[in-house]
């Protein structure tokens, strides 16, 4: 459900709402850009950025954001499955959708009919979107080769590109537009078997590149990098980089950790998003008193405990009960006892006369202050991306320029 806010938001409704910042989303995808495109590289054709925007557009709502970055000037769009690509071409998005789960058998007229590339992770796979396309009566249907180089989930494995070249001569009706594979641990940089894993995933990438050509296949657009490889390895930009969680506001998590605050610095981002919900309720309890479910938290003073209008069913964490925090007016209040589907319950006796409508902010920014989402999800030993994705379609967000 979207709505746009002209001033400050103000609905009727279960006061739970996220607002996204599009001058912030803006800004990200100007920084990545510019960022990958050094002006000391002189190069021809400036790298292309692909936008990340599956899972709901990491929870910022995919269609809204995809019309936003296209006006932006987003090159491409990546979507997990064709549902997806078809919403965005329904609220109107133009631009060229790459689906990187590619398609279950039965989908491909669907890909076709809305014109978008699936990525091409088994060889079998040719055959069927040939034949869609033949259907349809189309011609140059693009497709990406994904190729798996060392993650060992989809993707053609480099020993079968013979197998891949030699289907894909039988389909004249499509035409290979990309080639791309995903790193696995490009943001792990010790001196161990994972660490050393990028140098051998781009080995092997660029020698199925090789092959490939040397069958006499342009490979098309070759992209490797995600959020991580955006931001420190300039060896995996190739023609095209694709940012997912760096476009809304967040680095990935270095190993070592040191390097964060190097390439937070050195590719500084805008959270995009803020969650936020109003106190439902505040009801003073003494100590020794227990509070929401199995009494998993207990008073050890006499507290000042408000209720939340936001649960796990809206995108809090379960994780968070007992160890997370919101912020009311400028002051921390933990998350006590277990969170619920609908609610949470806050400790807000160190709140100054907290108060029954006050709006608490789980993560994003409040005036000058910033909450960052990446802290809230180490904390409880998660990805920023589970963090944020987990905002469902029933909160409300609020689009502001």
């Not at 970055?69 to 549902?83: H, I, M, N, T, Y």
């Not at 190729?147 to 894909?168: E, H, K, V, W, Y």
């Not at 949470?344 to 160190?350: A, F, K």
Request: proline share 6%; glycine share 10%.
């Amino acid at each position: 459900m979207a709505r746009t806010k002209k001033a400050l938001v103000d609905f009727i409704g279960r006061p739970v709402w996220a607002e996204v910042s599009l001058n912030a989303l803006r800004d990200n995808l100007d920084a990545i850009r510019s960022y990958v495109n050094p002006p000391s590289e002189k190069r021809d054709i400036p790298r292309k950025v692909l936008c990340i925007v599956k899972g709901n557009g990491y929870g910022h709502g995919g269609p809204e954001v995809s019309k936003a970055l296209e006006k932006f000037g987003a090159d491409w769009f990546g979507v997990a499955s064709a549902g997806e690509g078809v919403e965005l071409r329904k609220a109107g998005v133009h631009r060229p959708v790459l689906v990187l789960g590619g398609f279950w058998p039965g989908e491909e007229k669907n890909l076709v009919a809305h014109n978008l590339t699936p990525a091409i992770h088994r060889c079998e796979h040719l055959a069927l979107f040939e034949a869609a396309a033949a259907k349809a009566r189309k011609r140059n249907v693009s497709v990406h080769l994904k190729i798996d180089t060392g993650m060992n989930r989809l993707g053609i494995a480099p020993s079968d590109i013979d197998c891949f070249a030699n289907q894909l001569a039988k389909c004249k009706r499509l035409e290979l537009t990309g080639t791309f594979t995903h790193l696995a641990s490009s943001e792990v940089f010790t001196n161990t078997p994972t660490g050393r894993e990028t140098g051998e995933q781009l080995d092997k990438f660029f020698s199925s590149i090789n092959r490939l050509r040397t069958l006499g296949i342009s490979p098309g657009i070759l992209h490797i990098a995600n959020s991580a490889a955006i931001a420190a390895r300039p060896e995996a930009w190739a023609d095209m980089v694709r940012p997912g969680a760096v476009l809304y506001g967040y680095h990935p998590g270095f190993d070592p950790i040191d390097l964060r605050a190097k390439y937070e610095s050195e590719l500084p981002l805008r959270p995009v998003m803020s969650l936020r919900a109003r106190l439902l309720m505040i009801r003073s309890v003494p100590e020794g008193a227990g509070v929401g479910y199995n009494a998993s938290w207990v008073a050890k003073r006499p507290s000042r405990v408000a209720v939340l209008a936001a649960g796990y069913a809206d995108g809090v964490h379960r994780s968070l009960g007992n160890r997370g925090c919101v912020y009311i007016r400028g002051h921390r209040a933990p998350i006590i006892g277990i969170v619920s589907m609908d609610v949470s319950m806050l400790d807000v006796t160190g709140v100054p006369d907290a108060a029954i409508g006050d709006t608490a902010t789980l993560y994003g920014t409040e005036g000058v202050h910033a909450y960052p989402a990446n802290v809230i999800a180490r904390s409880i030993g998660t990805v920023t991306s589970d963090l944020i994705s987990g905002v469902s379609r029933r909160v409300p967000r609020f689009y502001i320029p």
